[in-house]
């Protein structure tokens, strides 16, 4: 069999190598140019966080030791407070962590992996531009203007959030398709390593400074610097407009960051750079027929607030492979079968990004919230294999997203009925106690 890849990002490129080890011929299209080429590349986040999901779906075609080896492991998260005092709230156990992960080095061992297969041939410089689905043809422009014709028993779409060949798809078919752009935006800020070559902040965290509306993180870089996201309203960024509205805000909500950055680096950085917009992407189905199939962004973009987009993309690879195992070469089956099966669980994800925003830059300060995590970790404690907090099923398990929704919602009625009466029962046995001393005492004085 014969399969077309379009796009070459960390999916794409992964997909190939699944693809490839399952003897098919792969010939992989990418718009863009070879990265491994270039001393600059141009785009989206500069470093990402890599859990079990994505981890698994590397280790089936060997490449989880190689990428791991290459990350920073963050514990935990370093909390920020406006006064700049800090504290840490873990993910779970001692043993469970995510790693920050270079999205530029990661992409180029993918490519490369990839290439070492015979079988697998790499187009760079080729944008797809039509195709004809029924036929298995797609149709894509090179470098220099032309044209060129490509032949497939299969053809993905892996070429991200706005997919041109979901775009074809949308005209061709009957597909369902929803977008949500959020009122809040990004910019990318970093602070550099110390005049000394080292950290400036405690590197095995993921730093953030919740702000209730807004808030920012920082990811930690080989090179001993940090990727600062500064997420918030794009209203907010509108209003800032000269590098005193700039250092006012800062000095107000962000004040413990302005030295690490620099002053002069953060004018110059923001009042440069445009807020970019965060979209949440759901669409059904994503394959047509035998023919073609989409995955990751280009079937499911998501904000990336539960850091699960890049995992939930490698794991679509790991799924249609586990589905591949199942059906052998009838594509029929297996498209429609991985369809059905992962579209429930990219919309879960995708809604559980938008409620983690709301946890990250506001509830992470909320001592309900704190007593509630540690109620939720004492019960994993003493149950571990009955109560798994949202968190740990989410990034340290594979178990499917929306059924993680459902034992979430039922663990939290359970947990929250029991708060209830435990809250009750500490008013009701004080007053029975008071009650009943009292009518003793009335006892005791009628007797006289």
Known sequence: ?????????????LEACFLAKRGLKVDLFEARQDIRLLEHVKGRSINLALSVRGREALGAVGLEQEVVSGGIRMNARKIHDI???????AYGTKDQYILSIDR?????????????NSNVTLHFKHK??????????????????????????LI???DGAYSALRRHIMRTTRFDYSQEYIPHGYMELSIPPSKDDKFQMDHNFLHIWPRGEFMMIALPNQDKSFTLTLFMPFNIFESIKTNEDLLIFFNKYFKDSIDLIGMKELCDCFLSSKALPLVSIKCWPYHVGKNALLLGDAAHAMVPFYGQGMNCGLEDCLVLDEIFEEFGNDLESILNTYSISRNPDAKAICDLAMYNYVE?????????FLFRKKVDNILHMIMPNSFIPLYTMVSF??????????????????????????????????????????LKLWNLWGRK
């Open 1 to 13: 069999m014969h399969a077309i890849i379009v796009g070459g990002g960390l999916v794409g490129s």
């Open 83 to 89: 006064n700049g005092k800090l504290s840490a709230q």
């Open 104 to 116: 530029r080095k990661l992409n180029e061992t993918l490519l490369s992996a990839a290439e070492s």
């Open 128 to 153: 797809f531009i039509k195709a004809d689905l029924d036929e298995g043809k797609a149709v894509f422009l090179n470098s220099d203007g032309q044209e060129v014709e490509a032949h497939a028993d």
């Open 156 to 158: 993905v779409g892996c």
């Open 360 to 368: 990250m830059r506001d509830l992470v300060n909320s001592r309900s």
């Open 397 to 438: 398990t594979r178990l499917r997203y929306h059924q993680i929704i459902k034992k979430w919602k039922f663990q939290k009625k359970i947990v929250d009925s029991a708060l209830y009466v435990l809250l009750l029962s500490s008013f009701i046995i004080p007053t029975v106690f008071i009650a009943s001393n009292k």
